[in-house]
């Protein structure tokens, strides 16, 4: 499958560690002085080694990787004890990562492991390693401020993980930049109930990795429906050429709903193509 692991440029990397301590799941490891994957397989493409790096040796990037697997991380970190687990479960709860989170608690149960886990369903989340804006939030089981129909965060597309448990089975909105200015009613009519994603075809760089990104959406998250908000404007179109092109890539037909607004705000057309 194609995710989000993270990659080290071996030649900036000074050697110092700090990545391997930070990787709570074991993936890296330092090997002739060097900062070095050890196995895809614990790499759960969160990110939290890329703010312990001093030198920016380290990167996300999306590759054919095999998927991460919590079970296994568990068994490789359960030897280290307590502090490690706990640590471990703490940065998943910190991302949002529900589904792993509940696995892992799940395999510390099975196995007898001696953890406080009852602080992961009442700690509030903290700002994990690296880009505190890129930290994922899973809003569903929380009470929305005011009228808002946010789900989770983040939302920029190239920050998005796909593999990210907000993403599994949801209804997914990939909205221009923008669309939610543009539009008055955009969290009530637009977003509720939706999973969110936004870009800009015109002004982002790399977007070839849109395509890689939402077709993983679509077969590994099963996404239900996607629908795509675009202007009216010419170069807009470009984000509902990017949902074809990952269906046509993906082997799940996920039905997408194509939603033309005007610059006043208005819904010029809205169809399934």
């Known amino acids: 499958m194609k995710r989000t ?13 700090n990545c391997v301590s930070g ?9 002739n002085g060097k900062a070095m ?3 895809e397989l614990y790499c759960d493409g969160l990110g939290a080694c890329i703010g312990e790096c001093p030198v920016g040796a380290i990167e996300l990037i999306e590759k054919e990787a095999d998927p991460y ?35 892992g608690i799940n395999w510390c149960n099975e196995h007898n492991i001696s953890a406080d ?7 509030k989340p ?5 880009c505190p804006g890129s930290m994922e939030r899973d809003f569903r089981n929380t009470a929305p401020a005011q009228e808002s129909h946010l789900r989770q965060w983040p939302v920029q597309l190239h920050l998005l993980n796909p593999a990210a448990s907000f993403f599994q089975g949801a209804d997914v909105l990939l909205a221009s930049d923008c669309s939610a200015f543009t539009a008055a009613n955009f969290h009530e009519t637009l977003l509720k109930n939706k999973t969110l994603a936004i870009a800009c075809p015109k002004l982002d760089s790399n977007t070839h990795s849109y395509v890689e990104k939402i077709a993983s959406m679509m077969d590994d998250a099963k996404i239900n429906t ?3 908000l675009m202007m009216e404007v010419p170069c807009c179109g470009g984000l509902l050429g990017f949902a074809k092109s990952a269906r046509e890539k993906a082997t799940r037909n996920v039905p997408i709903k194509a939603i033309i607004l005007s610059v006043h705000g208005e819904i010029l ?5």
Do not use: Y
Request: aromatic share 4%; hydrophobic share 40%.
């Open 5 to 17: 692991v993270i990659k080290i440029n071996e030649s900036l990397c000074n050697g110092c560690g």
């Open 23 to 31: 990787c709570h799941e074991g993936a890296l490891q330092m090997i």
């Open 37 to 39: 994957m050890v196995s």
């Open 69 to 103: 697997d919590e079970i296994a991380v568990m068994e490789r970190i359960a030897p280290k004890g307590e502090l490690a687990i706990t640590a471990h479960l703490r940065h998943l709860k910190e991302h949002g990562e529900n589904e792993w989170l509940k696995i």
């Open 117 to 123: 886990l009852s602080q992961f369903s009442a700690e």
């Open 126 to 130: 903290k700002m994990a390693c690296g």
């Open 226 to 228: 996607l629908t795509v």
């Open 269 to 273: 057309s809205e169809n399934w193509v």
